[in-house]
């Protein structure tokens, strides 16, 4: 079979894709063109371009005392603030009591939230500290502040992936690679260091474009079409710079003052470029697809990067076939996530490759208002839906990075697309987040986490989970699916203890230990809190907690009775 990605005008989507054979001669086939766009392109729009924050320091402690101690009626007496000052070994003011029957102390200047922890710590070493933290400084959901930001509607606004709360989770590790298997990508600024070495698999030199055949080049010399240049009748067209377009919004350098923000802004994007002109050969496509896996391709070196997660954004017509299936068969078992586009023929997505393989995660199109988009496939080998967009109003397509040219690369720009290749790169730009919280989840926990996150449709759309997967895409609920522990409260006590966990992953939690020691009772209070409560013959050690996903342990310890060990160094709980 022979795939395009798309940039070719709506009026030609009604051609798809031909499937092609080779004969018992071993002839070479011809590629032949599909119309059927897997995006299209608008409007244009420029951009200007400048910085980014973290954890900011705090000065202030909270701190409550127990009622049953009877120690003090004043918190605020001088005696008893040298002796919390002699503990903490810094300077503490008491400033004021608060709500909860708890009491602020101010720090000599602000500190980093980890040695405002180890204060903390140590104050709770007194017998009439109930618990001591820090008084941490919270800010709105991350906001960045690229500069065409506010046209992200698929970012932020209510039928978008709600990326701003995800992104207080996380924006990204870089030790995890998202493969684009596309057209390549050009020499983009708002892509400028956001990729590793990818390779060109392109062996026909007409599609190729680039007067050669696989390489390691996988930049995009453009992918223009004369009139009927393909042998199926079609028209003229310009470049698309379509794996440009997908790249950006998966992983657009992202709070640098420039163009668009990505979801993902710390994980390397592998280009791998497997469509040129006319669209792409399935060899060369399963080829690209297995190397981005990490597996061994006959001819080609190996990869040095492999890929967590694949976004094709790309297919044609025909139900998936043997050769599909075993490419996808191959780096699932590799433990790579595959999301693909489900078409854009308003069909049903049964008849179309690589959307109809098992394995994969087959993604709908939905528009601005939560519906599904007009042109998107559908049926029930959708997964998720995910903002495609629809130009109609260019504003409500999706806004990603492009370039100027008609034909070869000329300047860097940035465009509205639609198309279930805009939807996608959505669902890739999340999986890449999991990955980057556990990157040991498995294919198949990674789809149930985005199926049982994902937001229900707006009343009237036109989706519902029969035709449109089991929903709208997520991504903070799915990245607060991901079992993980990110901090506990407090840090130490005795049998009976009550311990709050919080993390994320917590719905199907069958276990917690105190450094191997089965907790008395755990309670789940939400996806990311849970109560725990200190065994007897419990020792001092990291928590961790058991799912269905594994077993996360925290990094910090848990010290069993009153008396902070001076000989164990502090140990972050992150």
């Keep these: 079979m022979f795939h395009v990605p798309s940039t070719y005008n709506m009026e030609r989507l009604a051609v798809i894709l031909i499937v092609l054979a080779l004969t018992t001669s071993g002839m070479k086939p011809t590629p032949v063109s599909a119309a059927q766009a897997f995006s299209q392109k608008t409007t244009t729009v ?98 960045p502040n690229d500069t065409l930001y506010s046209s992200q509607w698929d970012l932020f606004e209510t039928n978008g992936i709600n990326a701003p709360a995800a992104w207080d989770i996380t924006t990204g590790s870089s030790s995890i690679v998202v493969a684009d298997i596309d057209t390549g990508i050009t020499n983009h600024a708002d892509l400028n260091g956001r990729t590793v070495p990818g390779y060109d698999f392109i062996i026909d030199t007409h599609v190729a474009n680039d007067g050669n055949g696989r390489d390691a080049d996988p930049s995009d010399p453009g992918d223009w079409v004369a009139a009927n240049e393909c042998g199926n009748g079609n028209q003229k067209s310009n470049s698309s710079w379509h794996g440009t377009h997908t790249a950006g919004t998966i ?6 003052g420039l163009g668009v923000a990505g979801i993902n802004w710390n994980s390397k994007i592998l280009p791998v470029r497997v469509l040129g002109k006319c669209g792409g050969y399935d060899t060369d496509i399963v080829d690209g697809l ?27 017509n025909g139900a998936c076939s043997s050769t599909w299936q075993n490419a996808i068969n191959d780096v699932v078992a590799a433990g790579m996530v595959v999301a693909v586009a489900a078409g854009n023929s308003n069909s049903d997505a049964s008849g179309f490759t690589p959307a109809s393989c098992n394995g994969v995660i087959t993604v709908a199109a939905t528009n601005r208002s939560g519906s599904k988009a007009w042109y998107s496939n559908f049926g029930s080998t959708v997964e998720i839906s995910a903002p495609g967009g629809e130009t109609s109003i260019s504003t409500n397509g999706i806004l990603s990075t492009l370039n100027t040219g008609t034909t070869i690369p000329i300047a860097d720009t940035y465009a509205y697309y ?76 005795d049998a009976g203890t009550i311990v709050t966990i919080s993390g994320g992953g917590f719905t199907n939690a069958s276990a917690v230990r105190f450094n191997g020691t089965l907790a008395s009772s755990f309670t789940i209070l939400t996806a990311t809190s849970m109560h725990a409560t200190v065994p007897a013959g419990a020792t001092t050690g990291p928590i961790s907690v058991t799912s269905p996903q594994g077993t996360v342990t925290s990094r910090g310890y848990f010290f069993v009775g009153q008396v902070y060990p001076s000989y164990l160094p502090l140990v972050s709980r992150y």
């Excluded at 990955?435 to 049982?452: A, D, E, G, R």
């Excluded at 996150?453 to 997520?474: Q, R, V």
């Design 46 to 143: 420029s951009a200007q371009g400048q910085n980014g924050e973290a954890d900011v320091p705090t000065d202030q402690i909270i701190i409550q005392y127990k009622t049953s101690t009877g120690a003090f009626v004043a918190p605020a007496r001088a005696d008893q603030m040298d002796r919390l000052s002699a503990v903490a070994g810094v300077p503490l003011q008491y400033l004021r009591g608060m709500s909860g029957d708890a009491n602020v102390l101010r720090l000599p200047g602000r500190l980093p939230l980890e040695q405002v922890r180890a204060i903390s710590a140590k104050l709770m070493t007194l017998p009439e500290v109930a618990y001591a933290e820090p008084d941490q400084m919270r800010s709105p959901a991350m906001t």
């Design 290 to 316: 297995r190397w981005a896996a990490g597996l061994a391709v006959s001819g080609v070196p190996a990869n040095a990067n492999p890929a967590k997660v694949a976004n094709l954004s790309l297919g044609g």
């Design 418 to 493: 639609q198309g279930t290749s805009m939807a996608t790169p959505h669902v890739t730009g999340v999986v890449s987040l999991l990955f980057s919280l556990n990157p040991n989840l498995t294919p198949s926990q990674v789809l149930n986490i985005l199926q049982s996150t994902a937001k229900a449709f707006p009343g009237g759309s036109s989706c519902n989970t029969t035709i449109c997967g089991s929903g709208m895409l997520d991504a903070a609920a799915a990245l607060n699916a991901v079992l993980r522990i990110t901090d506990f409260s407090p840090f130490n006590g």
């Design 251 to 256: 992983g657009a350098k992202s709070n640098n």
